[in-house]
């Protein structure tokens, strides 16, 4: 009987069965069939033989990511700057969400919610030559225009390690406020005028109604978001800790990242084994972080939890 009640269940929603194959593909080809390679995580890879041929090395390829001199430091930086990203970057996407909510022109708004997504869209490259035009030695925009008529002398950005992690940040938020703000509109223009009006006849004042109506309705986007931004706390940014810096070494100590090193040794050593080691640490260790933060939030409020 059950078989029979399905297979008319099928029959009868066979449209929406045949729409559900593309995604189900797509998940196959994209999600479940490169699980293939966490094999080599575990092996030294020889080309000659294959990866299935090549022999076992147990834990060896995780090691090196402890093991190196550096090891403390790419820890350091990609943790820290992570979670000053995650601080800053919600908080600024949410005060822009909600500064554009009081904006009251329709065609300004929508101008500017197209100003702030720019730079979300562009490639990491056009960004880098944009610091560049800011932070050239010899013809930059700080230093020619800011630093020199001051009588300061001019600062040599690529030689010197003490202010990228300001500058980092600052080119970080200047790329993803814009999408994170957008994420905290969509959600905020849901929310039901009527509180707000009532809050004004209570006597609220702005602050008031941010604090007792926005962020009571905004809590559950909040949280999912930073859930989801804490999973990724062991992933960087490639292309701002490579290639905004130009990739100088006399940087290493404020930009080298978990991924700027791996890239950099699988350039120099040409061994995928260990780069794929490092890629499968970090995913174990996120999903512990998404798990474990999704239980804290479940223990304190069970419906604002992602799971």
Same mark, same amino acid.
């Given at each position: ?126 960004? =880098? ?15 020619? =225009? ?107 100590? =404020? ?53």
């Amino acid at each position: 009987m059950k078989k029979k009640k399905s297979l008319k269940r099928v029959l009868r929603y066979w449209p929406l069965y045949l729409m559900l194959i593309p995604g189900t593909v797509y998940l196959i080809i994209n999600n479940y069939i490169p699980l293939f390679g966490l094999l080599i995580a575990f092996k030294k890879v020889d080309y000659s033989i294959g990866i299935l041929k090549s022999p076992w090395t147990g834990l060896s390829n995780f090691t090196y990511l402890f093991a190196t001199n550096d090891a403390f430091i790419m820890f350091r930086n990609t943790i820290l700057y992570n979670v000053v990203f995650i601080i800053l970057g919600n908080l600024l996407g949410f005060v822009t969400a909600i500064a554009m909510d009081t904006i009251k022109n329709k065609y300004f708004k929508n101008f500017s919610q197209v100003i702030i997504l720019v730079p979300y869209l562009l490639s990491i490259i056009i960004v =880098t030559y944009i610091v560049y035009a800011f932070l050239n030695p010899t013809n930059g925009f700080i230093n020619n =225009t800011i630093i020199k008529p001051l009588g300061g002398k001019g600062i040599n950005w690529y030689n010197e390690p003490k202010p990228w992690p300001f500058i980092l940040t600052i080119v970080y938020l200047w790329m993803s406020f814009g999408y994170s703000s957008i994420l905290y509109y969509s959600t905020l223009i849901g929310i039901d005028k009527t509180f707000y009006e009532a809050a004004v006849v209570d006597g609220a004042g702005t602050w008031k109604q941010i604090r007792h109506v926005t962020l009571p309705c905004m809590k559950g986007t909040i949280i999912i978001l930073l859930i989801l931004a804490i999973g990724r706390i062991c992933y960087s940014d490639f292309g701002l800790f490579y290639q905004v810096p130009m990739h100088s070494g006399l940087l290493y100590k =404020t930009t080298q990242t978990i991924d700027t090193f791996v890239f950099r040794a699988l350039l120099e050593q040409n061994n995928i084994g260990r780069s794929s080691a490092a890629g499968f640490f970090q995913s174990v260790l996120g999903f512990i972080l998404v798990v474990t933060s999704n239980a804290i939030v479940s223990k304190i409020d069970k419906d604002s939890a992602l799971f």
